[in-house]
Antibody
Framework: EVQLVQSGAEVKNTGESLRISCKGS????????IGWVRQMPGKGLEWMGI????????IYSPSFQGQVTMSADKSVSTAYLQWSSLQASDTAIYYC???????????????WGQGTLVTVSS | QSVLTQPPSGSGTPGQRVTISCSGS????????ANWYQHLPGAAPKLLIH???QRPSGVPDRFSGSKSGTSASLAISGLQSEDEADYYC???????????FGTGTKVTVL
C-alpha cells in the first residue's frame, strides 16, 4: 500500500525554526515528486511546491518561494518542509502528497499524508 | 485569491444530484487537465477525479467529472450523508508555473 506518514503536531513560538517530515512507503520514493499543501484555519487549500527526491529538484509557488525550504532524503524515503523563522501567519495544517503523472500539465496528488498541524504563538 | 473559481456552497437531499462548477482560464483548465479532491472535516484531502474524468479505483461511480473549454465540473449523483465535505478543483497553471486549487465548495446534505 502506498502511504505517506507525516510527523506530529508542533507548537512553536514566533522566530523559532522548524522542520516537519513526510515519510513514504510502498513505492519507489525517489521516483515520484512530492508536493506540499497548506491549509490555514478556516481557509482553502494552497499549493506550496513540489520536490523530486531523486535529485532534490524543486518548484516553488511564488507565494512560498523564500518563505520555506523543501528538501528530501531518498535514503530514508522522507521529504521535509522547513522554516528558519516562524511567524504567527504560518499557523496551519500542512499536507504532503505524492505527485502522479509524468507531466506537470496532467499532475494530480494521490495519496496524501495525514497532515501536520503547526501552531505558532506570538 | 485563487484563479479557479467555485461556488462557495452547494446542497441537496439524499439521493439528489449535485453539480459543482470550476471556472478557470486558458492557462490552467483550458490547456491542462482538471482534478477534484474531497476534503472531509478532520481528514486528509482525497483524490476523487483526475485528468478531467478519470475516477481512481475505490471512488464510487456516483462521482463523475467533465471538462469543457476553460471550465470543469464535478457531479455527485445519489447524494449521501457521507458526501458532506469540501470539494476542490485543481489544475496546473502554465502562466503561474504552479498548481492551483479552486476556491472550494462546501456541500451540505439536507
Amino acid at each position: 500500500e502506498v502511504q505517506l506518514v507525516q510527523s506530529g503536531a508542533e507548537v512553536k513560538n514566533t522566530g523559532e525554526s522548524l522542520r516537519i517530515s513526510c515519510k513514504g512507503s510502498g513505492y519507489n520514493f525517489y521516483a515520484f515528486w512530492i508536493g506540499w499543501v497548506r491549509q490555514m484555519p478556516g481557509k482553502g487549500l494552497e499549493w506550496m511546491g513540489i520536490i523530486y527526491p531523486d535529485d532534490s529538484q524543486t518548484i516553488y509557488s511564488p507565494s512560498f518561494q523564500g518563505q520555506v525550504t523543501m528538501s528530501a532524503d531518498k535514503s530514508v524515503s522522507t521529504a521535509y518542509l522547513q522554516w528558519s523563522s516562524l511567524q504567527a501567519s504560518d499557523t496551519a495544517i500542512y499536507y504532503c502528497a505524492r505527485v502522479n503523472s509524468p507531466t506537470l500539465g496532467t499532475l494530480w496528488f494521490d495519496p496524501w499524508g495525514q497532515g501536520t498541524l503547526v501552531t505558532v504563538s506570538s | 485569491q485563487s484563479v479557479l473559481t467555485q461556488p462557495p456552497s452547494g446542497s441537496g437531499t439524499p439521493g439528489q444530484r449535485v453539480t459543482i462548477s470550476c471556472s478557470g482560464s486558458s492557462s490552467n483548465i483550458g490547456s491542462n487537465t482538471a482534478n477534484w479532491y474531497q476534503h472531509l472535516p478532520g481528514a486528509a484531502p482525497k483524490l476523487l477525479i483526475h485528468r478531467n474524468d478519470q475516477r481512481p479505483s475505490g471512488v464510487p461511480d456516483r462521482f463523475s467529472g467533465s471538462k469543457s473549454g476553460t471550465s470543469a465540473s464535478l457531479a455527485i449523483s445519489g447524494l449521501q450523508s457521507e458526501d458532506e465535505a469540501d470539494y476542490y478543483c485543481a489544475a496546473w497553471d502554465g502562466s503561474l508555473n504552479g498548481y492551483v486549487f479552486g476556491t472550494g465548495t462546501k456541500v451540505t446534505v439536507l
